[in-house]
T-cell receptor, first 114, second 113 residues
Framework: EAQVTQNPRYLITVTGKKLTVTCSQN?????MSWYRQDPGLGLRQIYY???????DKGDVPEGYKVSRKEKRNFPLILESPSPNQTSLYFC?????????????FGPGTRLTVL | AQSVTQLDSHVSVSEGTPVLLRCNYS??????LFWYVQHPNKGLQLLLK??????LVKGINGFEAEFKKSETSFHLTKPSAHMSDAAEYFC???????????FGQGTTLQVKP
């Protein structure tokens, strides 16, 4: 089944403790992206990757890192999480980054930073 | 600047009645537009998309949307609501060739029996 998977689905952590949220897709998509969803704000893009070893900042990149060493994986790294990073995170992928390419979303990771 | 405005944060309908979720966009060029649905505790699922072909776009589960350039609108409709349609709906505009998406704030659809 074609899908985007994320792990973990739920995570509670404390301020300053480094964490990684994994994202993997099995559709051979070149484009991958991370979003955060906050009430009343819709989804906002954190980082995106047009292809392996190519990443760029989205609208809200502060406090996050990403890497794209393999086509299928796009982990999101929080080196020193803070409470304002408590949010619902989505990974997405698409064939390319074209204007008409459909992005397929993972199930989401709910992160709470205490 | 490109933007998306969903005109209603919450819409309530009775089962079997029509659904209208309104979306206006602002774009300096011809955009691609999408509607996604998010059921509680689920990821986002594509309902339909417009990519400059037919202005009336049909999607899954009986939903459709009409692109009206003169009104800069992309409203989502369904003739008859079902209880399973209760969810949050996002209107989304795609910008350029960086994969960047601009999301509206979302509309919560409530369906009453």
């Amino acid at each position: 089944e074609a899908q985007v998977t994320q792990n973990p689905r739920y995570l509670i952590t404390v301020t300053g403790k480094k964490l990684t949220v994994t994202c993997s897709q099995n559709m051979n998509h070149e484009y991958m992206s991370w979003y955060r969803q906050d009430p009343g704000l819709g989804l906002r893009q954190i980082y995106y990757s047009m292809n392996v070893e190519v990443t760029d900042k989205g609208d809200v990149p502060e406090g996050y890192k990403v890497s794209r060493k393999e086509k299928r994986n796009f982990p999101l790294i929080l080196e020193s999480p803070s409470p304002n990073q408590t949010s619902l995170y989505f990974c997405a992928s698409s064939l390319g980054g074209g204007i008409s390419d459909t992005q397929y979303f993972g199930p989401g990771t709910r992160l709470t930073v205490l | 600047a490109q933007s998306v405005t969903q005109l209603d944060s919450h819409v309530s309908v009775s089962e079997g009645t029509p659904v209208l979720l309104r979306c206006n966009y602002s774009s300096s060029y011809s955009p691609s537009l999408f509607w996604y649905v998010q059921h509680p505790n689920k990821g986002l699922q594509l309902l339909l998309k417009y990519t400059s072909a037919a202005t009336l776009v049909k999607g899954i589960n009986g939903f459709e949307a009409e692109f009206k350039k003169s009104e800069t609108s992309f409203h989502l409709t369904k003739p008859s609501a079902h209880m399973s349609d209760a969810a949050e709906y996002f209107c989304v505009v795609s910008l350029g060739n960086t994969g960047k998406l601009i999301f509206g704030q979302g509309t919560t659809l409530q369906v009453k029996p």
